[in-house]
């Protein structure tokens, strides 16, 4: 073999040495407040996961751009969900927004600085708040005329009236390497902050603090120990909910029964209706107004149309696309018959439903959990398809079970054992008993069909 063999020989092994380590390195974890649609400890992906199998015939949709190019104003029991660490809007979204909840909808903003302008929206009308704030050049109808001092955008505004919102629409911090209580009514849980397995961190929880001269109109539905950390204010038919813990939502909390019991708490207070998850990174956008625009070009045209109406080729294409529409309007105009819409079937997510969390109590290694709801779900299966009275597994049904199945008395006694077992108080149910139980189990309802 010549040298340059060799060589390739050992550039080749070298190669594959690399792709192998590269693909059985163990893959360490982000242990920082991602809150991603991802499987790291501080995403959020479960809790998707989990509103979306609990709810079987809704639909979720993604919300990928702003406001007033996403929202749709046939809705009227939808959900806005956002989680995110910090959140403001411009006047456009906050009015889009408020126009969409006005109509039934329901809006949900996990985020430990909340929108101030939104919640500032929310105490004052359009015509008082552009008063206080001088605001001019905003959409509908929030000008100022006047000597006094006046901003020509939005964001210059907020910069100039940032303390003013930090008094009386803020939150203040709350730092602590202990556990914290928090809860939802009577559902509570206990948080922490864990970086890697067993370090804990210090972490600054954020919670509301507002003016006591201010008397906002809301409804408490939560606290972060004594602290407010969620309510809710009625905006025309919807509500629009703020929470500042997204802590309590993320993928390591969740995989705790008692967490996950929050979560449902906070899932409760959405409307029946569609959710839209909201994934958009919404900034400011300077408005459109003439200085802005001769400060760019001086030959820029006035409006879009007059820039589409002084190039020749958009022009006529302009025209051309007016003239379709008219032949539809005209040629569609005679009424035809509606057309029968196709229902799909309502899909049940039961069973999908069932190995999420049949996934996490696995994950906790909780054998008597899980086997209290194999048996759960056995016994309801045994009660509407024979027909027996499960409510309590004795005797006498167990009797009339083995004159179903003679030959399966094995079977019906590990049933019969283990169901009392996981129900004993000081008892634990081992790996090999689960795995037991679930065989049996599925033995009969295989057999059934």
């Known amino acids: 073999m010549n040298r340059g063999k060799i060589i390739m020989l050992v550039i080749g092994i070298m190669l594959l040495v ?16 991602t809150l991603r649609d991802n499987n790291e400890p501080y995403d959020v992906d479960f809790l998707y996961e989990l509103i979306e199998e609990s709810n ?23 959900n806005i969900l956002k989680i995110t660490y910090a959140l403001d809007f411009d006047s456009t ?35 008082r708040l552009a008063e206080l704030y001088k605001v001019r050049n905003l959409p509908y109808s929030w000008e100022w005329e006047g000597d006094r001092e006046e901003y020509d955008s939005l964001k210059a505004a907020q910069q100039a009236i940032y303390g003013d919102l930090d008094q009386i629409f803020s939150t203040r911090t709350y730092t602590t390497i202990d556990t914290i209580p928090t809860s939802i009514g009577e559902t509570s849980t206990d948080l922490h902050y864990l970086v890697g397995n067993n370090t804990a961190y210090n972490f600054e929880y954020r919670h509301f603090y507002f003016s006591d001269s201010l008397n906002f109109e809301r409804e408490s ?24 813990t997204p802590l309590a939502f993320t993928n390591y909390h969740l995989y705790r029964e008692e967490t996950l019991e929050y979560a449902k708490a906070f899932a409760q207070y959405f409307n029946n209706g569609n959710v839209h998850i909201d994934k958009f990174r919404h900034y400011y956008r300077r408005e459109y107004d003439s200085e802005f625009r001769s400060g760019r070009s001086p030959h820029l045209p006035s409006s879009p149309l007059a820039f589409i109406l002084s190039i020749s080729a958009l022009k006529w294409t302009w025209y051309l696309s007016l003239a379709g529409l008219f032949v539809f309007v005209v040629f569609r105009s005679k009424r035809n018959q509606r057309i029968i819409p196709v229902i799909s079937p309502i899909k049940n997510n039961s069973l999908e439903f069932s190995k999420t969390v049949g996934r996490l109590f696995y994950k906790e290694k909780n054998h008597k959990r899980m086997a209290q709801e194999v048996c759960q ?30 030959h399966e008395s094995r079977r019906i006694n590990i049933i019969a054992h283990l169901s009392v077992k996981s129900h004993k108080k000081g008892t634990e149910i081992t790996q090999k008993e689960l795995e037991d139980l679930y065989e049996a189990t599925r033995y009969f309802i295989l057999k059934s069909k």
């Open 93 to 127: 979204e906050v009015h889009e927004l408020l126009n969409y909840v006005d109509r039934g909808n329901k809006a949900f903003f996990i985020v430990k600085d909340p929108p101030k302008l939104l919640l500032a929206s929310l105490y004052y009308d359009s015509l």
């Open 377 to 406: 779900y056995f016994f309801n299966f045994l009660r509407k398809r024979y027909h027996i009275n499960t409510k309590n597994f004795d005797e006498l049904s167990k009797q009339r079970f083995l004159r179903l199945f003679p």
């Open 221 to 244: 539905l939560g606290k972060l120990n004594k602290f407010e950390n969620f309510f809710r204010v009625k905006h025309g038919k919807g509500e629009i909910y703020f929470h500042t």
């Open 56 to 78: 079987e015939q809704v639909e979720f949709t993604e919300i990928s751009d702003f406001y007033e190019k996403s929202l749709s104003k046939e809705d009227s029991n939808a």
């Open 18 to 33: 690399i792709i192998v380590t590269i693909y059985t390195w163990p893959k360490s974890n982000l242990w920082y407040l």
